[in-house]
C-alpha cells in the first residue's frame, strides 16, 4: 500500500460510523466573534473552506456548555436547547457540506464540548463580573509563573482563586449541561460530540491529582470505578443514554499535564485504559498540558519532528496502543502535536502510533491540506512539509510580553502562556481571514495582524453583527 493509499483509507469506528480517511483537523478555537454565543456567518464561512478541503473528520474549536465560563471572549456556546441554538449548528453544519466537491466524501462533523473550569478568565472572557470566581474540583488559581510578570498576569486574568464545587447538585448540574449539549449536536445534524477531558479545563481538573487531590465520590456510580474518573463517567453515561449509537462519542485527554504534581503518564495510561474498558468511547484523542505548561501550542520549530517516534506525544500512544482493542472493537486513537508532513503521518500510522492523525495549525493556513498536499499524488513527499513557518514578529512580541523564545529557552524562564498565546491569536487570525473570506497569508506580520485582524476587524465584525441581529 502506497504512502497515500494508507492515508486516504477509510476507518470503522466502534458505533459502525466510517471515518473516510486518516485525517483530522483538530479543535481549534476560531477567534471569531465576541462575547461568546451561536455561530454566525464567519464560521460557516471558516468551516465551507474545511468542508471542501478533503478531511476524514472536523472537530469544532471548543463549545462551552455553560455559557458563563468562557475559555475566551470568543467561545462558542450552548445557550440553552431552544431551536433556535439548534438551528444555529445546524446551519453550520449545513455550511460545511455545501460546497464538497464531487467524489469527495463528507467529512465527519464532530463538536467538541467543554467547561473551562478553573481557567475560566473572568476579565478576559468577561462572561461574569470580575469579581465572581471560575468553578473547579478546588479552589486556586492557574500558575502562570514565578516572575513579578507572571504573578501580574495570574491576577489580572483571575482576580480571585476559583470556588470549589462541594454540592453534588452542582455536579449533576454540570453532567446534564454537557448531556443537553451533546443532543443539540445530535439534533443540529452533526456526526459526535468530542468531550474536552485535556488542557486543564474542568474534567481534565476533576481527572487531575494537583487540581483535586480530593476527589468525592459522585452518587450513582458503581463503586468500582475510579473516583477520580466519577465526573467523565456521568457524562459519558448521560451521553450514551441521550444520543443514538451512531452519534459518535470521542473524547480528548491529557497524556500528562506536565507540571509536577499534576496527572503524569503512568496514571494517564490507567485512565485511558479504564476508560476504554467501559466501551462508551469511539474516537480518543491524546493531548498534553494546561495554562501552566501550554507545551502543545508553544511546540517551536527547532523541536519540530521528523520521525513518528519523535512526534510529541508518540512514545505515549505507541506504549499504549498494544494493550487497546484496535477499531473497531477498540476507540480510535487521534496523535496530535506538529505531526505535518506526509512522511510523518505515514510513518505514525504505519507503525500504529495511532489510527488518525491530528492537524491543528496549518489548517488555518492551508484549509484544504488534505486534497491539495497530503492525498495529492502531485505533490512529491518532500514538498508535502507544511509545519515550520516562522511567524513574522512573533518572536519579538514573545519576549515584549515576557514568554519564552522559540530558539530553545526553557518555557520556565518566560510566561508559558504568553508563548502560546502568541502563536495562537496569529492562527486564530488567519481563521479569522477566511471567515471573511480572505485567503490567509502564511507572511503575515504578528503586530500588523493585531491591528487589523485583532481590533479593526474585529469591531467591524461586532458592530456588523449588532446590527444583523436588530
Ligand atoms: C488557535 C488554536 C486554538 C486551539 N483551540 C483548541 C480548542 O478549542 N480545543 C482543544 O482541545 N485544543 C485547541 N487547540 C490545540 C489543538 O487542538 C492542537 O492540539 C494543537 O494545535 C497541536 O496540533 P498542531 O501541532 O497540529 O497545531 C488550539 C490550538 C490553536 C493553535
Redesign the pocket.
Known amino acids: 500500500m502506497s504512502k497515500i493509499e494508507l492515508i486516504a483509507s477509510s476507518l470503522e469506528l466502534p458505533n459502525g460510523a466510517v471515518i473516510p480517511n486518516r485525517l483530522v483537523k483538530?479543535?481549534?478555537?476560531e477567534?471569531i466573534g465576541h462575547g461568546g454565543g451561536l455561530p454566525g456567518r464567519r464560521h460557516c464561512e471558516l468551516y465551507r473552506r474545511w468542508g471542501e478541503g478533503g478531511w476524514g473528520m472536523l472537530i469544532s474549536?471548543?463549545v462551552q456548555v455553560d455559557p458563563r465560563h468562557l475559555a475566551t471572549p470568543h467561545d462558542r456556546t450552548i445557550p440553552s436547547t431552544s431551536q433556535h441554538t439548534i438551528s444555529a449548528y445546524s446551519a453550520l453544519r449545513f455550511a460545511t457540506l455545501s460546497s464538497l466537491p464531487p467524489d469527495t466524501k463528507a467529512p465527519l462533523l464532530i463538536m467538541?464540548i467543554?467547561h473551562a473550569g478553573l481557567q475560566s478568565s473572568s476579565t478576559i472572557g468577561a462572561s461574569r463580573l470580575p469579581w465572581v470566581p471560575a468553578i473547579g474540583p478546588s479552589s486556586m488559581r492557574p500558575n502562570t509563573g514565578n516572575s513579578w510578570a507572571g504573578k501580574v498576569v495570574g491576577r489580572t486574568l483571575w482576580p480571585t482563586k476559583s470556588r470549589q464545587i462541594v454540592d453534588f447538585a452542582e455536579w449533576e448540574g454540570i453532567v446534564q449541561k454537557f448531556v443537553d449539549a451533546a443532543v443539540v449536536a445530535e439534533k443540529a445534524g452533526w456526526e459526535g460530540v468530542q468531550v474536552?477531558s485535556?488542557?486543564g479545563y474542568l474534567l481534565a481538573e476533576y481527572l487531575s491529582p494537583l487540581t483535586n487531590p480530593n476527589p468525592l465520590p459522585l452518587p450513582g456510580v458503581h463503586w468500582k470505578i475510579p473516583v477520580r474518573l466519577h465526573l467523565l463517567f456521568l457524562i459519558l453515561r448521560g451521553v450514551h443514554a441521550a444520543t443514538r449509537r451512531e452519534f459518535i462519542k470521542a473524547i480528548?485527554i491529557n497524556c500528562s499535564d506536565f507540571v509536577q504534581g499534576g496527572l503524569d503518564e503512568a496514571q494517564s495510561a490507567e485512565i485511558i485504559k479504564e476508560i476504554v474498558s467501559w466501551r462508551m468511547v469511539d474516537v480518543l484523542e491524546v493531548?498534553g498540558g494546561n495554562y501552566s505548561n501550554p507545551g502543545?501550542?508553544a511546540?517551536t520549530d527547532s523541536q519540530r519532528p521528523t520521525s513518528s517516534r519523535q512526534a510529541l506525544f508518540s512514545h505515549f500512544t505507541s506504549a499504549l496502543l498494544p494493550s487497546l482493542p484496535s477499531p473497531p472493537e477498540g476507540p480510535a486513537i487521534i496523535l496530535?502535536?506538529?505531526?505535518?508532513s506526509r512522511e510523518l503521518i505515514h510513518s505514525s500510522l504505519e507503525t500504529r502510533t495511532c489510527d488518525l492523525v491530528?492537524?491543528?495549525?496549518?489548517s488555518?493556513i492551508y484549509p484544504a491540506l488534505p486534497r491539495d498536499v497530503i492525498l495529492n499524488i502531485d505533490v512529491p513527499d518532500e514538498e508535502a512539509v507544511f509545519?515550520g513557518y516562522h511567524i513574522r514578529g512573533g518572536d519579538w512580541v514573545k519576549q515584549a510580553l515576557g514568554g519564552e523564545k522559540s530558539s530553545g529557552k526553557k518555557a520556565s524562564k518566560g510566561i508559558p502562556l504568553v508563548g502560546a498565546g502568541v502563536?495562537?491569536f496569529w492562527?486564530?487570525w488567519q481563521m479569522c481571514r477566511l471567515g471573511r473570506g480572505v485567503e490567509p497569508d502564511i507572511n503575515m506580520s504578528w503586530l500588523g495582524a493585531a491591528l487589523w485582524e485583532g481590533v479593526v476587524f474585529a469591531v467591524i465584525g461586532a458592530v456588523l453583527g449588532v446590527f444583523r441581529r436588530k
Open positions: 483538530v479543535a481549534m478555537e477567534g474549536g471548543n467538541q467543554s474536552h485535556a488542557h480528548k493531548s502543545i501550542v511546540f496530535t502535536g506538529s505531526i505535518h491530528g492537524i491543528g495549525r496549518p488555518c509545519g502563536s495562537t492562527h486564530e
